[in-house]
């Protein structure tokens, strides 16, 4: 099963811009659909963005226009650019991929990276 490794993360004032990256383990990371959720204390893991194996993407309504999910399957990697931040995008930040097999599905998730925005 691919493994999934988040980077990217950090402190950032309001109106900044982060990039996030998962970097897979596996060249069948093509195979898989990737997503972005974060997750606050005290509150459920929450989608973000999404992107399918042939590329169409979705968002949660409070990122549209700010946060931008794309994937590079030559890399390996899914991103999250993330512009015009607000304290209220502060979150752990979980990449996931899924893929539907005949006896099921199979997801992974990475460890989290921390994004803070603040001033």
């Known amino acids: 099963q691919v493994q999934l490794v988040e980077s990217g993360g950090g402190l950032v004032q309001p109106g900044g811009s982060l990039r996030l990256s998962c970097a897979a383990s596996?060249?069948?990371?093509?195979?898989?659909?990737m997503g972005w959720y974060r997750q606050v204390p005290g509150k459920q893991r929450e989608l973000v963005a999404g992107i399918t194996r042939g590329g169409s993407t979705n968002y949660a309504d409070s990122v549209k226009g700010r946060l931008t999910i794309s994937r590079d399957n030559t890399k390996n990697t899914v991103y999250l650019q993330m512009n015009s931040l607000r304290v209220e995008d502060t979150a752990v930040y979980y990449c996931?991929?899924?893929?539907?097999?005949?006896?099921?599905?199979?997801?992974?998730w990475g460890q989290g990276t921390q994004v803070t925005v603040s001033s």
């Open positions: 596996e060249s069948i990371f093509s195979m898989y659909d």
């Open positions: 996931n991929g899924r893929r539907t097999l005949t006896v099921g599905t199979l997801s992974t």
